[in-house]
């Protein structure tokens, strides 16, 4: 590939000729500037033909250069399926083209095209099947002629992160109307976040022509100046907006980050596609819309071609025509759809150039050269998409088609709102917008930079005022600047030779809709699933108005009565990576962090919190063991600061947890603590605690690490319905915890000062007293999760590195140690207690995790005991059952699954070595069938191993409870 000279200044703003970068295509090296993207490198190198299609492997190449169309798809390096057309060069870039059997300009696989007959639509849903066993080979025969990129699955993880961003507007397109939407909200006060597509922001200001004063590029750059001076406005360039959720909620993807925004109201100025004219053979490299010849020239300085014949049914046809004769383009004729031609400046500038315009000409077939355009052949426009007799031959290496535009307005669709066809205008229009979402511009319908700044100012003063901000006088469109010219014509004229195609990305034709509906395939929904039209990489960007357009007329209805495809997120490229990629989870550390890293512990995530999974040095398993031995035979300490903390108070107290837990709380006394099952409105698991009662109308109540937020929330949410005379407020971070344990605990907490009787008589098993200890105010619960004597002390979170040294110093002479969270599972676990979130999952219910115990019979109601009711009616298909080992060797792991002959039976849930019963033991789901105690269980260990296990009843270690209770 040699370079090609560029264009001039003012042409190819966008790119900088003092950086020049190389690349390689292709196995070929080329070279282009700073500011161009590969495909635009490329088209200044000369090369036009970028890629094969999918099914029949005809040279295709750019078409809108905006990143709407599939042509421009490349391997660049380890990456599949990247758009050239989107792409930033850079320096050493390599590439390479997709879908190609042999050499690109050479593709052997073409000859797929003489078998067209044998490849009808929807071919693939009757063959490959017969005779039986035949689609595996199929299958690989046709994913290697599919093409598209290839995944390297060594390849290294690339970096990708997430952030959040808020703003009260947030507008979608840097064009004309969106900047000066951005403009009026941030004069009225307004937080704004601009986000567009393109790595030049501008829209339409940076490459159409129109005749405005200063011209266009001096209004971009004076919008972007005052962009630039307004503190209150963000500017994302090079960002898709990938989909509206609810509640104006924004996932936008720049780079390699995916940010998640927020904003009070919204702005969509995201412009129009350009609309596709269909004719034999309009997939040729060389034809492409009059917008992607414009930023070719405007953006770029490439010259598109040297001789252009120009296809339009606007005025930005003609604007396209003056521009390609200003860069040293041979202008050979433009054809006009209209019969009649409005009397407007640019088409009299056209006629005042020289160039033959040709009212109520279309093309009926483009001839095809060596994988490019070499002419065409008209024919008069003779009725809705009929062509009299095709007559001149045109000879030219450029086709532009300037045949108006579809409103991008899937935004639009994603928030709920509508796109219809408008009979009157032949045009596709926004019909219906959500509260809070505004379209200004051309995806609104105006037609002129002019319209587009007042309407841009219009949305932006809406969109303000929307989100809580006001400026006096509301900004008016005139209407005669927002009305269309007029109708537009009808874009399809099916050849009886076919190759008329539809959609690029499938290779589908004319005839192949018309057979899918002629098969029954009539509505649209069908209709595009069958085909497959819309269905590949692009979206159907291009295709959907042509299909909607043949739909019509094949079924004889109108184009708005035919409907419109339903519009799903993502819109643009959207990496696994930016799905996948880190997050910017809050990390949250405990009041006594700083401790556990002085001694040494291995951290590990419990929710958003970072724990103690295990202290000291050498061997993990050893040191857990060892963390074991001293709860069970001395006293062992471990920070509980994670629990979530909620307190209740006010005279509803009682009858509020009643509603909300299972179990019952209006009878319990003040100074007794309850174990608290919470489940959902069907009856699941979802979470579980404690409730210690402080007073009359006090509760104060434990949550699980991971699920404190989760039980607020339902709380308030509850609460918002019942309307109970409560206050509910989370105080998990207000309070540090720790909870001693062991024989010898009480021992330990004897030699503090404080005003705490620890006499078994006056604080027993399940009991909370309110005191101080060592001069710290304390709230102290007698609970008893690793089934020993033990403590949880709860003091204000200033408190925590205090109570654990004074603790630590005085269980010295006791060997105090220590322990962390693995401990404290094997601790549980042989205690037979579960851990909702890995013992229970999304789907159980209390009597199948053996919880059935904390159902309350008596009272009316709670969350879920309707739901429960009705299930328990029914026969249950598992239950969790403690089970151990009795094979040697390896044991399973949790998620391992357990065999009944053939079929899978159940998964184990939790499994450990106990170090007090030297054993594997655990807990597991089986069919109740197989819950029987001593029942043998096969679990399939890893490597495919066979584990043989038994049904054991739990509590595994202490059955009758007398060492938490001692």
Not at 69 to 84: C, F, H, K
Not at 692 to 706: E, K, M, N, P
Request: hydrophobic content about 45%; aromatic content about 8%; some cysteine.
């Amino acid at each position: 590939m040699s370079a090609r000279e560029r264009l001039p200044l003012p042409f190819g703003i966008a790119i900088d000729r003092n950086r020049p970068l190389g690349y390689s295509f292709d196995g070929r090296s080329g070279s282009g500037y700073a500011g161009d993207t590969l495909a635009s490198a490329l088209a200044g190198d000369g090369v036009w033909l970028l890629s094969r299609s999918f099914k029949y492997h005809r040279p295709r190449g750019l078409f809108s250069l905006a990143g709407h169309d599939a042509n421009t798809l490349v391997q660049v390096e380890d990456e599949p399926n990247v758009l050239a057309d989107r792409l930033v060069l850079r320096e050493g870039l390599t590439a390479t083209p997709l879908n190609g059997t042999g050499t690109l300009t050479r593709d052997r696989a073409r000859i797929l095209e003489r078998l067209h007959r044998f490849m009808p639509v929807g071919f693939y849903y009757h063959a490959f099947f017969r005779p039986a066993g035949t689609w595996p080979r199929w299958e690989k025969l046709i994913r290697a002629m599919g093409g598209l990129g290839t995944v390297n699955t060594r390849q290294k993880h690339g970096y990708y992160d997430k952030a959040y961003a808020f703003c009260d507007v947030c507008v979608i397109g840097a064009g004309p109307a969106g900047l000066s939407a951005a403009l009026e909200a941030a004069s009225a006060g307004a937080e704004v976040i601009i986000i567009d597509d393109q790595a030049l922001p501008g829209g339409a200001l940076s490459f159409a022509r129109e005749d405005i004063e200063g011209g266009a590029d001096a209004l971009r750059r004076s919008l972007l100046s005052q962009i630039e001076a307004q503190p209150s406005i963000t500017l994302w360039s090079g960002a898709i907006c990938q989909g509206w959720f609810t509640d104006h909620w924004l996932p936008v993807t720049r780079g390699d980050r995916l940010y998640k925004v927020r904003a009070a109201a919204v702005v969509i100025a995201t412009g129009t596609i350009g609309q596709q004219v269909v004719f034999r053979n309009n997939d040729l490299p060389g034809i492409m819309l009059g917008s992607a010849a414009q930023r070719l020239m405007r953006l770029y300085g490439v010259r598109p071609g040297t001789r252009a014949v120009i296809l339009c049914a606007d005025e930005a046809g003609y604007g396209v025509a003056l521009d390609l004769i200003d860069a040293g383009v041979e202008v050979a004729a433009l054809l006009d759809l209209r019969t009649e031609v409005p009397a407007l400046p640019l088409a009299a500038a056209v006629r005042g150039r020289g160039v033959p315009v040709r009212p109520g000409m279309a093309v009926a077939e483009a001839v095809e050269g060596r994988n490019h355009l070499s002419a065409v052949r008209i024919a008069p426009v003779v009725g809705e998409g009929r062509l009299g007799t095709a007559g001149e031959t045109i000879a030219c290496d450029l086709l532009c088609l300037s045949a108006g535009g579809v409103p991008n307005a899937a935004l639009v669709c994603h928030a709920g709102g509508s796109v219809r066809h408008d009979a009157a205008s032949g045009r596709f229009i926004v019909a219906s917008t959500p509260p809070d979402l505004f379209v200004a511009g051309s995806v609104a319908g105006t037609e002129s930079f002019t319209a587009a700044l007042t309407d841009g100012r219009r949305a932006g003063w809406r969109a303000a005022r929307a989100a809580g901000f006001s400026n006096p006088h509301e900004p008016q469109v005139e209407p005669a600047l927002a009305a269309p010219a007029g109708p537009m014509p009808w874009p399809i004229f099916p050849h009886p030779k076919g190759k008329d195609f539809v959609d690029f990305d499938e290779d589908l034709t004319v005839s192949h809709v018309r057979d899918a509906v002629a098969a029954g395939f009539d509505s649209v929904e069908l209709l595009k699933r069958y085909s497959t039209a819309g269905m590949g990489p692009s979206q159907g960007r291009i295709t959907n108005p042509v299909l909607y357009r043949l739909l019509a007329q094949a079924t004889g209805q109108s184009v708005e009565a035919v409907g419109s495809v339903t519009v799903r997120p993502p819109i643009g490229q959207e990496k696994i990576g930016h799905l996948a990629g880190r997050g910017f989870d809050p990390v949250r550390l405990s009041p006594i962090h700083h401790r556990h890293q002085e001694l040494g512990a291995t951290m590990m995530v419990a929710g958003t919190w970072l724990r103690p999974a295990v202290y000291g040095e050498g061997g993990q398993e050893a040191s857990i063991r060892d963390e074991v031995r001293a709860v069970r035979n001395g006293v062992g300490l471990i920070d509980v600061s994670t629990l979530g903390k909620i307190e209740v108070r006010g005279p509803d107290a009682a009858a509020f947890l009643e509603r909300i837990y299972t179990f019952a709380f209006a009878a319990q006394p003040v100074g007794r603590v309850r174990y608290a099952l919470m489940t959902d409105e069907v009856g699941n698991v979802m979470d579980d605690g404690v409730a210690a009662r402080l007073h009359a109308h006090h509760f104060y109540v434990t949550a699980t690490t991971g699920g404190a937020d989760g039980v607020y929330r339902f709380m308030q949410w509850c609460n918002a319905q019942w309307r109970l005379a409560v206050d509910i407020a989370n105080v998990t971070a207000a309070y540090a915890a720790v909870n001693i344990a062991g024989p010898r605990a009480r021992a330990v907490l004897a030699r503090l000062d404080g005003d705490l009787d620890l006499a078994p008589k006056a604080f027993p098993y399940m009991a909370v007293r309110e005191g101080m200890l060592a001069g710290m105010p304390v709230r102290a619960l007698r609970v008893g999760f690793v089934g020993e004597l033990g403590y949880e002390l709860h003091v204000p979170s200033s408190c925590g590195e205090a109570i654990w040294d004074r603790l630590l110093a005085a269980g010295q002479s006791e060997g105090i140690k220590p322990f962390g969270v693995e401990a404290q599972r094997i601790l549980r676990l042989e205690k037979g207690h579960v851990i909702i979130g890995q013992d229970t999952d999304g789907l159980s219910t209390p009597g199948e995790a053996g919880l059935g115990w904390a159902l309350s019979k008596k009272k009316p109601f709670f969350v879920g005991k309707a739901a429960l009711e009705l299930r328990q009616r029914r026969a249950m298909n598992r239950v969790l059952v403690g089970f151990v080992q009795t094979s040697t060797g390896p044991q399973p792991l949790e998620n391992h699954l357990i065999f009944a002959g053939s079929e899978v039976a159940g998964r184990v849930t939790s499994v450990a070595f106990s170090p007090s019963l030297e054993r594997v033991i655990g807990l597991a789901y089986v069919p109740p069938a197989l819950a029987e105690t001593g029942t043998a269980l096969t679990i399939k260990g890893a490597g495919g191993r066979l584990i043989a296990a038994e049904v054991s009843k739990t509590p595994f270690y202490d059955p009758e409870n007398r060492r938490q209770e001692m």
